[in-house]
């Protein structure tokens, strides 16, 4: 078995993806339930429904968490023994790349309705319009990395295309 620890901005979510297929959950269904946006009767942790009771949005974080996390009734000495018999594994980026990709996904390309994004852009709008002189120093270290290089280099075909 697999112990993951998921950090936002790190792949959790291509990782909660993997976890639902080898469920053998196929994405496709939960996205054409989504779509129906017909109510269900059975209550499910899982899915955020509007006041209509209609559902709106599947979470599918919250189905892997429902399928792979113990039962409350093992105890400690269970849950150690369990642990000792499984492989832990984490994602981690390098920071700047990190941050890069933060910006990226919630400054430049919000989803629609974040309202916390829009203020947060508005406040870094708000603070760049004064007639300040901004100036950013990286680490040249941090400049001369292949990892930085790599990114530069993906970022610049992008944006050609």
Not at 13 to 33: C, E, G, P, R, V
Not at 39 to 68: L, Y
Not at 73 to 97: A, Y
């Amino acid at each position: 078995g697999l112990v993951y620890c998921p950090i936002a901005k790190v792949a959790s979510t291509t990782w909660f993806l993997n976890f639902l297929k080898f469920a053998n959950i196929k994405l496709q269904d939960l996205q054409s339930l989504q779509k129906s946006g017909n109510p269900t009767s059975a209550e499910m942790s899982f899915v955020k429904r509007n006041k209509e009771g209609k559902m709106t949005k599947i979470g599918i974080r919250n189905i892997v968490r429902n399928i792979t996390t113990p039962s409350q009734s093992f105890t400690l000495k269970e849950l150690k023994k369990m642990l000792g018999v499984m492989t832990p594994f984490m994602l981690v980026r390098h920071p700047f790349i990190r941050l890069v990709s933060a910006y990226e996904d919630k400054i430049l390309n919000p989803r629609p309705g974040l309202e916390y994004h829009k203020k947060v852009q508005a406040e870094i709008k708000r603070k760049r319009q004064k007639e300040e002189d901004h100036v950013i120093v990286f680490p040249k270290h941090l400049l001369m990395s292949k990892m930085y290089q790599m990114m530069l280099r993906k970022k610049v075909t992008t944006m050609k295309d």
